[in-house]
């Protein structure tokens, strides 16, 4: 099963560059949408709207609630999300070709 996020959810997710050490992905969404399940690499997000989600990774749920302008390292994993809030979602994630091997946790992104 392709776990790609542009082929699991080519609505909400385009690449807008990709060389051999990084792929720029840019996701964007409106209110009550969601994804698939589908899996990142580690990679490092920036939010360039605020937005409210919940996000599911096996029987772990979780909400997050982001202001626009923020930078934040995402550990590999695999979740599907949900737009919980009341404004669209505009994200860029840079995805790493080389992974650190972390083991996927927290989910979701990690302070930076």
Do not use: C
């Not at 809030?85 to 505009?90: F, L, R």
């Amino acid at each position: 099963m392709d776990l790609d996020p542009v082929a699991t959810n080519p609505a909400h997710y385009k690449v807008i560059l990709e060389n051999a050490s990084v792929r720029v992905l840019e996701y964007t969404d409106q209110p009550g949408d969601a994804t698939t399940p589908h899996a990142h690499p580690d990679s490092v997000m920036y939010t360039l709207s605020s937005f409210r989600r919940r996000l599911t990774s096996g029987s772990v749920t979780r909400e997050v609630d982001l202001a626009a302008g923020m930078t934040m390292w995402l550990p590999a994993q695999e979740h599907f999300g949900e737009n919980i809030g009341d404004s669209p979602t505009h994200v860029l994630f840079v995805e790493l070709r080389t992974s650190g091997g972390g083991a996927g946790w927290p989910l979701g992104p990690v302070g930076g």
